[in-house]
């Protein structure tokens, strides 16, 4: 069986994940991670980034430097993450639910503006696929209404809009590091992005479990004390280790995913242009990063007959997000501000395919040979 995704492994973990094992300092903020972090606020040109166990905590500790209250409300897609509103439904608040654009399956920033009520906090835009969303109008609509930006960058890394890398251009930024990601760090994790210095000294002590134990470390005071609400957002040395193996070659892992992406581009063209199915869009100012190859159904019932097509051939296919708005906890939580025209019915034909670093040319050609026959019975 072909499988859907093989974690990042570059070869260089080894030796530095066996070099933390052997350190005396084995759990979070030592030297690894600190290497890590300095290499990723150059990278996104942040003030600050820090290491999480996940994305998810990432998200988490926004809502926290927001302040947010019991009853605000945080605009987002619903064609998401439960990660993505569980950040911010812990801390009391309603999240409000907008449609999409079906071209990046992105948020639909012409409609946010109209979302906004006197209790909105913050806008989060989710960039699927690591295609980034509309930015400098979501930026214009926060900055009109005095609202923050957290982006949902958890696809993101090293992918781009007008030059900006994603991530960096919101309030607050999240990578993932889990295994199906570009980049992992063992399976697990996560970074927090913070573009506006006032945020990095309440980070820390947020991080740190609500203490000032960075600046200690650091040698900034002489004890340390619980000064602040937090909790434990630090991922250990093993993690950021095994981290630091895949940033030694962040630009090759770039550069073959996107050789992956464009090999299925190439081969399937044909059937878009036959009307068959539909492709990812990439708009002009943006800049992928390879992270996922999706095509969209004609409707949910021939997806379907396409996976069972493709199982029989040894090839793991799966589609992705039920939309949150549609489920238990999305109906509890929040609401669908509008029409829901193209979040569902866009959902419900989205199939993403096999995809991940290091794969060969031959199983894209495969993978595609199969859907060109698939389409050719039907």
Not at 43 to 54: E, M, Q
Not at 107 to 125: C, H, K, M, N, Q
Not at 305 to 315: C, E, F, T, V
Not at 356 to 378: A, L, N, P, Q
Request: charged share 20%; glycine share 8%.
């Amino acid at each position: 069986m072909i499988p859907f995704n093989k974690p990042a492994y570059t070869g260089l973990e080894d030796a530095h994940v066996i070099a933390a094992m052997r350190s005396p300092k084995i759990s979070g903020d030592g030297p690894y991670t600190m290497r890590c972090q300095q290499i990723m606020s150059e990278l996104v040109g942040a003030p600050k980034t820090l290491l999480t166990p996940s994305c998810t905590h990432a998200l988490e500790m926004s809502a926290l430097l927001i302040d947010l209250q019991p009853g605000d409300e945080v605009i987002m897609p619903s064609y998401t993450f439960a990660s993505t509103a569980n950040a911010f439904v812990l801390r009391g608040a309603r999240i409000v639910f907008v449609d999409i654009r079906p071209d990046t399956m992105n948020i639909d920033e012409s409609l946010i503006a109209a979302a906004i009520t006197g209790r909105t906090r913050a806008i989060v835009p989710v960039h699927y696929a690591g295609v980034a969303c509309e930015m400098d109008t979501i930026i214009n609509v926060a900055s009109h209404h005095g609202l923050y930006v957290i982006e949902d960058a958890a696809q993101g890394m090293m992918a781009q809009y007008k030059g900006r890398q994603l991530g960096s251009i919101g309030d607050i930024g999240a990578y993932s590091f889990h295994e199906t990601k570009n980049y992992t760090s063992g399976g697990e994790g996560g970074l927090l992005i913070l573009n506006r210095e006032n945020f990095v000294s309440r980070a820390e002590i947020i991080r740190e479990k609500g203490t000032n134990r960075s600046e200690f470390f650091r040698g900034e005071t002489n004890k340390y004390c619980w000064k602040d609400i937090g909790s434990s957002y630090l991922p250990s040395e093993l993690q950021a280790a095994y981290l630091f193996g895949q940033l030694e070659c962040v630009s090759d892992i770039n550069t073959k995913r996107i050789e992956s992406w464009e090999s299925y581009y190439s081969k399937l063209s044909d059937l878009e242009g036959a009307g068959v199915l539909s492709l990812p869009y990439v708009p002009e100012q943006c800049v992928k990063n390879g992270h996922m190859f999706y095509i969209k159904t004609k409707n949910e019932e021939e997806r379907f007959s396409l996976i069972q097509h493709l199982d029989a051939a040894g090839i793991h296919s799966v589609p992705h997000y039920v939309p949150l708005h549609s489920s238990p906890a999305g109906l509890k939580y929040g609401r669908f501000h509008g029409k829901d025209i193209y979040t569902t019915s866009h959902s419900d034909r989205l199939l993403r395919l096999p995809l991940w670093y290091g794969m060969d040319s031959t199983v894209v050609e495969f993978i595609c040979s199969e859907i060109i026959s698939y389409y050719g019975k039907v």
